[in-house]
């Protein structure tokens, strides 16, 4: 394959129902590990699911703590957490093992319809578990039901537009009470639809709006392998970094965030958007099918960017794309990038109307913004300026620095997504990697960081890089970053005492599994089997 990587892989590997390509089925040593792998990765939804019940962002008014028998969890905070951090710890484990078999170059690879079953094995238990690592979800319900009352929620926050004593704004986390939506259009008009249903019933709304996350992760493993097959990448690789990730399973199925949808949208649009440039050499003028399929592509894109605006940055790479198949001159590019934006500037109005919400969301985007977090470099880098300042006795000028940390940080994400676009036109990167390099410049250097924000890089790159230092730091990041957020969704002011508690009881029950499980985990925790081995 070429450096830009646009054109369709044939031969065995679209030929091949399972998408392993040209390696082998694992052997009946490998299946009988397969197999562990997967229930011990289901043992550890199990055990997180039950730990939500005591550990898990739960409404203010939850009826759990007066039911008997699951109203025991909620009064054990450090056991329950524990249990959480247990089956975190399991699941975290059970997909390293699993890359072992998905992982790219391997002789023997895990079918696609195995992953497919391991996958839905570990997601099932954690439809039902309540929110955790995240109370975004109460905001969506509250915006929701103002969208649905009538009122604009790009104008109003939830203490304003429903009362400070609406159970819906309860759930809300303070900081965001008197804050308006910060969410697209196609977001709260799905968000109104479910508010209809559930009204001010908070448990069958989070539940309603897990369902769209799922159908947003139902999107994800849809386009996936299809865009893996397309870059070069065995399809159950790309699955496995990509929909079976720790944080796809614990941010988007449990904490049920918008991004799946967002992102979502935006994979299946690439890979819609391709379908048909394959059928002529570069530089061949595009057909009418050729466009209506691009256009599609464009349009479902841009919806992405209707739930969160990062989506759109997928348009400027598919435009390079379509570009590279016109014949990669700069009149191609100009005439494509006109053909995107009066397809965005179309489907974005027409969202904007057709809901009804208008275009308040274009004001309400820096709203994350106002929280102030390390966690986000820029944001980091104005904290220390400050703390310099005072320390040198210069006065306290952090909201300056940070200011100014922040807008250093967009200048040089414009500088590094400007830089992959033009690599990507040239035919020096492919251009889905250059979107996943330049989704994680954007968010990395924006003014809030939070960890499921690197899916938005990951999913992406999951389809097209092969290097195995990318797909180790990938792996070790994720893996990492899955283990050390409290899955309370909260802080644990008042009570720290609980945290190192409900860890230290994690580990000595994980390492208790490993034990009474030796026999079973030795080999995967040892080595890959060797071939042919009994």
């Known amino acids: 394959m070429g450096t830009g ?4 892989i044939t031969g065995a ?49 939850s009826p759990l703590p007066g039911t008997p028998v699951l109203g025991l969890f909620a009064r054990m905070p450090s056991a ?45 238990p954690l439809v039902f578990v309540l929110p955790m690592f995240s109370r975004d979800v109460y905001s969506y319900l509250a915006q929701s039901q103002i969208a649905a009352n009538g009122q604009d929620p790009y104008e109003l926050g939830p203490a304003t537009a429903l009362g400070v004593d609406n159970v819906l704004t309860q759930n809300v986390p303070t900081i965001w009470r008197e804050t308006p939506a910060p969410y697209g259009p196609l977001f709260l008009a799905l968000g109104r639809v479910i508010s209809a249903v559930t009204g001010d019933h908070v448990l069958p709304g989070v539940f309603l709006h897990r369902m769209l996350a799922l159908v947003g992760l139902a999107m994800i493993v849809w386009a996936l392998p299809r865009l893996a097959v397309r870059f070069g990448v065995p399809e159950v690789s790309a699955l496995w970094l990509g929909a079976a990730n720790p944080l796809v399973l614990f941010h988007l199925v449990v904490g049920v965030h918008n991004e799946a949808l967002a992102i979502g949208l935006m994979l299946v649009g690439i890979e819609v958007a391709l379908r048909r440039l394959p059928v002529h050499n570069p530089g061949d003028p595009l057909t009418r099918d050729e466009l209506l399929w691009v256009a599609l592509g464009a349009a479902l894109i841009t919806l992405g960017a209707m739930v969160k605006l990062p ?16 014949g990669g001159r700069l009149r191609d590019l100009l005439s494509v990038a006109v053909f995107m ?46 703390g310099l300042g005072l320390l040198l006795g210069l006065g306290n000028h952090t909201d ?89 969704g909260a802080a644990f002011d008042g009570r720290a005492y609980v945290l190192p508690q409900a860890v230290l009881g994690a580990v000595l029950v994980f390492a208790v599994c490993l034990f009474v499980a030796r026999k079973h985990v030795g080999p995967l925790i040892r080595k890959d089997p060797l071939p042919g081995a009994a």
């Open 13 to 61: 590997v679209l030929g091949d129902r399972d998408g392993i390509g040209g390696a082998a089925p694992l052997d009946a040593v490998e299946r009988r590990q397969l197999d562990i792998v997967r229930r011990w990765g289901t043992v550890g939804a199990l055990l997180l699911a039950a730990g939500s019940l005591g550990a898990g962002a739960a409404p203010v008014l």
């Open 80 to 124: 329950t957490l524990a249990v959480a951090w247990t089956g975190i710890f399991m699941i975290v484990s059970a997909w390293l093992w699993l890359g072992r078999f998905a992982r790219p170059g391997r002789p023997r690879l895990v079918s696609r319809s195995q992953m497919d079953r391991t996958l839905m094995m570990w997601i099932t």
């Open 311 to 326: 989506a759109a940055l997928a348009l400027g790479f598919l435009g390079i794309i379509v570009a590279r198949r016109r």
């Open 341 to 386: 934006l009066v397809v965005a500037v179309v489907v974005t109005v027409a969202t904007c109307f057709g809901t009804g919400l208008g275009f308040g969301w274009t004001e309400t985007l820096n709203t994350a913004g106002t929280v102030k977090s390390w966690m986000s470099p820029p944001t980091a880098l104005g904290f220390l300026g400050g």
């Open 5 to 8: 990587g646009e054109r369709v």
């Open 400 to 488: 300056s620095t940070i200011a100014l940390g922040r807008l250093i940080g967009q200048a040089v994400y414009v500088v590094i997504v400007g830089s992959l676009l033009w690599k990507a036109f040239r035919g020096r990167i492919k251009a889905v990697n250059g979107l996943g390099a330049g989704l994680g410049a954007v968010l990395v250097l924006g003014p809030v960081l939070q960890p499921w924000y690197l899916l938005w890089a990951a999913l992406p790159l999951a389809t097209a890089v092969l290097a195995k230092r990318f797909r180790l730091v990938a792996t070790a990041g994720s893996a990492i970053i899955a283990v050390v957020l409290p899955p309370t």
